[in-house]
Structure formats: structure tokens, C-alpha cells
């Protein structure tokens, strides 16, 4: 597809949303159901899947992305030089683990993070449960979770995915987690035709080598939709102060301001309202030196503004 420049229509922009996201090529579903393979005009910022759009269409399956419209919520991670671009306007973030191969604590408090920063429900789902001993060890390891009032639901995608189903109702939920943990095989469990939908997107983008590296949504009913996320193996949060990430450990919030010293980091300031719920046992231990790992990995230079980031998808 050639460089987009000004589209030489007279029609209205039409409305869609973005389904699938290949690089700089997007799908768009419009209101009428059909689908455009779209590009984003000139140097616009980037867009994500779940995205509401205007579009331009310049061919029978072609068009421009003319402009995104307002976000609800966007879900992404960043380094110190980019973004990576998650997911637009979902409601419910659900976080996959599993007990083979292993999973890191440390990116789950990332993606919780991430998660309250834009206010979003998590649901921490637990697949593989027919390896008995492993998801016993593991469920027990996360109950810490859900005494912080988060879901956890156990299931076995690949033997029945219907306990999931009561948690999709009315979100537009998207899914995340390290590769390895099924969130293919919950897919695939909840739409049949999603290998071969994915097949013919990456066929239509000339994206056939990237099937298994890209976003995408599927629409299970009108009250269920789901997106579909690339495996990760780091989340980076350089786009989040200090007080964010202190912040989207909610069972801090009610010694947040409460600290001797106004900037405070509650890394062992003295006066430090958090150490002091600590040693009460009223936080968790585990909990704040994840939390300390997770300060200490932002770096000191500090970004001044997302627009001095490249966004990539």
C-alpha cells in the first residue's frame, strides 16, 4: 500500500473500529459490517486495536485512518525510548498464568500496575489446572491476590473454557501474559474460527509471518468482546511516575500522604506511613519489595512527555 496522502474523495469519513493490528497496517470493521485494510495518515500518533476511527475509504478494501477518536482507556507499556500500544478502550484486563512453564510474579505486578493506572477490572485466570500439583502450588502462591480483593479463576482452557465466560459478560476484555501460558488455546476455545480468521487477515496484510505477533479482536456476542495480545516477556512502565506505580498497589492507597516527608518514596525514609503499615503486617511484605523492584527499574532520567516517545505497534 502506498504512503497515504490526502484522499481524493467528497464523501463523509466513514466510522469503524480497529480489529486487528499488523505493524502500520490495521483492519477497521465499519458500522456496516465490512472491513477496510487501513494505514494511518502522515505522522499521526500511533492506534491500537479496540480503537475507534474516521477513516477515508481510497479503494473497494482500502483506506486512510483520518482520526482517532477519544479513548475511554488505552492499555501500554514503554521503555525509555517507545510504546508499545496494547489495546484501546477496554474495560477488563485478564491477566493468564499458568503453572508450566513458570511465570514471573514481577510482570503480573507490572500488568496490575498498568492495569489500575487506567482504571480497569483484572481478572487473574490460572490456566492449566489439570497438572494437579503444579496449579495447587501455584494457586496457593497467588492467593496473596485475591486477599487484595483481585479474582482468581482456575480453569483448564484446553478441557473447558465456560467458567470464563460469566467474567466476559458487558467488557470488552483484553488479554495479556508471557508466551506459554494459553492464552491461544482460551482463544481458539472461545472462537473456533479464530486460527483461520487470523490466517486470512495475515493473508489480506501481506502479514503472514507476524499471525502470531499481533492484536486482534473478536466479537463472541453483542456483550462479550475480546482481544487477543501478543506474549510478553517484559512490561515496561517508564511512561509512570513514582507515585503512579505507588498508587496502582491498591492496598497502599490508605497510607499514601500520610508519610512524614511530602515525597516520599517508601523505600526507608524515616517517617514513612508504608514501613509503618508493614511492620503492622497491614501490607504485605512480598508485596512492597515487589514494589521496590519495580522503582528501582525506572530510570532517573524521566521522560517529560509521551510525545517524546516513539509509538510502535
Request: proline share 5%; net charge positive; hydrophobic share 40%.
Amino acid at each position: 500500500m502506498r504512503s497515504p496522502g490526502r484522499p481524493s474523495v467528497t464523501s463523509p469519513p466513514l466510522q469503524g473500529e480497529i480489529v486487528a493490528a499488523f505493524g502500520r497496517h490495521f483492519l477497521v470493521k465499519t458500522a456496516d459490517d465490512s472491513t477496510l485494510t487501513c494505514v494511518l495518515r502522515g505522522k499521526k500518533s500511533g492506534a491500537a486495536c479496540g480503537d475507534r476511527v474516521e477513516i477515508y475509504q481510497t479503494a473497494s478494501e482500502q483506506g486512510v485512518i483520518e482520526r482517532i477518536l477519544p479513548r475511554s482507556a488505552l492499555l501500554y507499556r514503554s521503555d525509555l525510548s517507545r510504546e508499545k500500544l496494547i489495546a484501546a478502550n477496554a474495560t477488563q484486563v485478564i491477566i493468564v498464568v499458568a503453572p508450566v512453564p513458570s511465570f514471573s510474579e514481577e510482570l503480573i505486578n507490572r500488568c496490575l500496575v498498568a492495569a489500575e493506572s487506567q482504571r480497569l477490572s483484572v481478572l487473574i485466570v490460572l490456566n492449566k489446572t489439570d497438572l494437579v500439583g503444579p496449579s495447587r502450588a501455584a494457586f496457593n502462591g497467588l492467593s496473596l491476590y485475591r486477599e487484595l480483593d483481585y479474582t482468581l479463576l482456575p480453569i483448564c482452557a484446553r478441557n473447558d473454557v465456560k467458567p470464563l465466560l460469566p467474567y466476559l459478560e458487558d467488557h470488552l476484555s483484553v488479554l495479556v501474559g508471557q508466551s506459554g501460558m494459553g492464552k491461544s488455546t482460551i482463544i481458539n476455545a472461545l472462537v473456533p474460527d479464530a486460527e483461520r480468521a487470523t490466517a486470512d487477515i495475515s493473508a489480506t496484510l501481506h502479514a503472514g509471518r507476524h499471525t502470531t505477533t499481533h492484536a486482534r479482536l473478536y466479537h463472541l456476542d453483542r456483550n462479550i468482546r475480546i482481544i487477543d495480545s501478543p506474549g510478553i516477556q517484559q512490561f515496561g512502565l517508564q511512561h509512570l511516575s513514582i507515585e503512579d506505580i505507588a498508587w496502582g498497589f491498591r492496598e497502599f492507597r490508605p497510607y499514601i500522604g500520610k508519610c512524614k516527608f511530602n515525597n516520599c518514596r517508601h523505600s526507608g525514609e524515616p517517617g514513612c506511613a508504608l514501613a509503618d503499615a508493614m511492620r503492622e503486617n497491614k501490607v504485605s511484605v512480598r508485596r512492597i519489595d515487589l514494589y521496590h523492584k519495580l522503582i528501582t527499574s525506572l530510570s532517573t532520567n524521566r521522560i517529560p512527555s509521551s510525545s517524546s516517545r516513539t509509538k510502535i505497534q
